[in-house]
């Protein structure tokens, strides 16, 4: 069977992709299914390129299981649409930088935003930076990202 090939894609590839990475990792590593999958996360920015996560991030994926392994990268959009199914976005935001960057109509189809996944958190329409907030925001990043996991295994499974 081929491998379903994940990008998860925020700004910085620091707090809200590298967590998406790690969440889903472990769901799929908890269902005995990783086996099938392969991930990453990347930035549309480059700002932080070589970064572990951020360290609030760490902190609170930490308190839940999560380990924050990856390093931020950039998007590069010659190879990464060619080498992932799904490139999904955290935010509008996110999606415009994509969708500016896909070179045909099959690149452009694999780009979608992680909230389109959600299951209960439905209500959110976008994964909301945290970076400049308090613990509050890296706690509801975890939620959504968590929701939008299952919802995003529930989807590729279908
Ligand atoms: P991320 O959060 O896109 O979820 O990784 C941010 C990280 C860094 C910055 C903004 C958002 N920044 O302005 O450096």
Redesign the pocket.
Known sequence: MDKTKILFV?????????SAEAIFLKMIEDKGIAENFIIDSA?T?G??NGDQA?RRMQKHAVRRGYDLQSLSRKFYADSDFEDFDYIIG?DDQNIIDLRSQAKNENEYSKISKMTDYCINYSQWDEVP????GGDKGFELVLDILEDACEGLINTIQK
């Open positions: 925020c700004l910085g590839n620091i707090c809200r992709s590298p930035g920015s700002w932080h951020d955290m930076d945290p970076y400049f």
